[in-house]
């Protein structure tokens, strides 16, 4: 095998569920309606808690520019492709919602162990149509590239090249739909809404009623992988935080803004002529849906950790496990561990501090120790260090420019180091991460296109923000100061006297 280098890094997670998205990346998909075959393997290291991946990718952007077209041909797969997303991913969480409802205690072991290779199956099953808008972006972000370059080919005809990031940003998003973030935000300025009406106090029966129903149904938000939920007094804060705003004034506010941004949608559309342009028009339709389910089923996927999460809980106080050493039992490992009560604790704290798995024919391999370490000193081409540089360069997410001081935030145990109105530097970003995000000025990120999270989220609170800069965190630290001109996808590292 040749040398390849780990390009994608999770953080704070397992070996489950992160072998299951592999499974279904290099197994599953290939045999997909909608897939293809672009792996000769593939390589993923645990180190304590950190993942990292490595593919072989090939020629996966030539298969990318193949599903584009196949899109664009033949129209109804774009539809069949969103009703076979929607249908896998609500019997993926009404299976998962009854672990929470369940009281899994009375449950025998047997169905601790159904229950789990359900959700797997399922979990598969919804994620061979997920993977689709990760597998249209190819190796380098062909389709988000590719629309940007026709965008700004055709702005350099109305002199208004400068202006690329901002009709891209504008002109790809959904106006319509309204993601779970920005609907819990909603929901609690109608909680205040009440309050205000009744003329409650925050501490009264009604509100901490409101506030508990609101928190059963968005403590998942910012669970990534493993959690924790959010709890009722995080949004007791958050309700603290907005007390003093007159709520209908910020829900017109919101209504406002959609409205404006599809207008703006309109007229920057009718400046490009995309009536007349059916290249550009079905690019930027097939790019608003993309944008947004990526983004929805990353919601679905984090829901279902979340509820899943009650299930290995269960399944760990039952093996006298701690919840991490049971997310580092593989699937194929689970029914065994619970009926026949055969599993190597030593070995799940070997995985834990290092496991290496290789994804290659019809199957994967797990090593630990120094079995593992050989491995990624045989396949494993180490990265380079960056040589001293002023000015990186990235792909524009949502236009805009701003200066402001660097805050390298990594992992979701960085998020109290963010103050308001620094730059948030990062590998790339997670749901963990938003209590940083919130307070950003702008986002600059390793990796990631426009389906990212970074994106997504980017839009939504309309800051800012590169992403696949591929070295920000390498060459940026706390504190430097930088201007990001997120028109130009440009972040320059000024010098200070």
């Known amino acids: 095998m040749k040398k390849i280098l780990f390009s994608v890094t999770n953080r704070e997670t397992s070996l489950f569920p992160l072998v299951v998205l592999g499974e279904v990346i290099f197994f599953e998909f290939p045999k997909f309606k909608f897939g293809y075959t672009w792996n000769n393997y593939m390589i993923g290291r645990w180190q304590n808690r950190v993942n990292n991946w490595a593919m072989d990718e090939a020629d996966k952007d030539q298969k990318a520019q193949k599903l584009i077209k196949d899109f664009k041909k033949y129209p109804r797969r774009i539809t069949l492709f969103k009703k076979g997303l929607k249908k896998s991913s609500e019997d993926l969480l009404q299976l998962c919602r009854q672990f929470k409802q369940k009281d899994l205690n009375q449950a025998s072991n047997r169905q601790l162990a159904d229950w789990y290779q359900q959700y797997v199956q ?74 205000k009406k009744n003329k409650w106090s925050l501490n009264d029966f009604p509100v901490q009623k409101l506030l508990n129903k609101h928190t059963d149904k968005y403590s998942w938000l910012n669970f990534n992988y493993e959690g924790p939920a959010l709890s009722q007094k995080y949004f007791f804060d958050q309700l603290k935080n907005i007390y003093r705003q007159n709520p209908k004034q910020a829900l017109d506010k919101i209504v406002q803004q959609q409205a404006n941004l599809n207008l703006q949608q309109k007229q920057l559309a009718k400046k490009l002529d995309i009536k007349n342009n059916p290249d550009l028009n079905f690019r930027l339709k097939l790019a608003r849906w993309l944008f947004f389910l990526k983004d929805w089923r990353k919601n679905v996927l984090y829901q279902s950790y979340y509820y899943v999460d009650f299930l290995l809980k269960e399944i760990a106080r039952r093996l006298y496990l701690t919840p991490t050493a049971v997310r580092h039992i593989l699937p194929r490992e689970m029914t065994v561990a619970l009926l026949k009560n055969q599993y190597d604790p030593d070995l799940l704290e070997q995985r834990i501090k290092l496991s290496v798995v290789i994804f290659s024919g019809k199957k994967f391999n797990i090593y630990t120790g120094k079995e593992a370490q050989k491995i990624i000193k045989k396949n494993i081409q180490k990265n380079k260090q960056p040589a001293k540089v002023n000015q990186l360069t990235g792909q524009v997410a949502y236009s805009g420019r701003v200066l402001g001081r660097v805050k390298l935030v990594l992992s979701s145990q960085d998020n109290s180091r963010m103050k308001k109105g620094e730059i948030l530097v990062s590998e790339k970003t997670e749901p963990s991460l938003m209590p940083a995000i919130n307070k950003a000025a702008a986002i600059i990120t390793n990796t990631g296109g426009m389906t990212c999270h970074a994106a997504i989220v980017a839009r939504e609170l309309r800051i800012p923000c590169v992403i696949g800069t591929k070295i920000a965190t390498k060459v940026l630290k706390d504190g430097d100061k930088v201007e990001v001109n997120a028109d130009k996808g440009i972040v320059k590292k000024l010098l200070v006297k």
């Open 122 to 195: 399922q979990f598969k099953e919804m994620y061979k149509w997920g993977w689709v808008v990760n597998a249209i972006e190819g190796d380098s972000n062909i389709f988000s590239r590719q629309l940007q370059k026709i965008i700004t080919r055709k702005l350099k005809t109305l002199n208004q090249s400068d202006q690329s990031g901002l009709y891209f940003s504008v002109l790809t998003t959904l106006v319509d739909k309204t993601s779970e973030r920005v609907q819990a935000d909603v929901d609690l300025l109608k909680i205040l809404d009440k309050i």
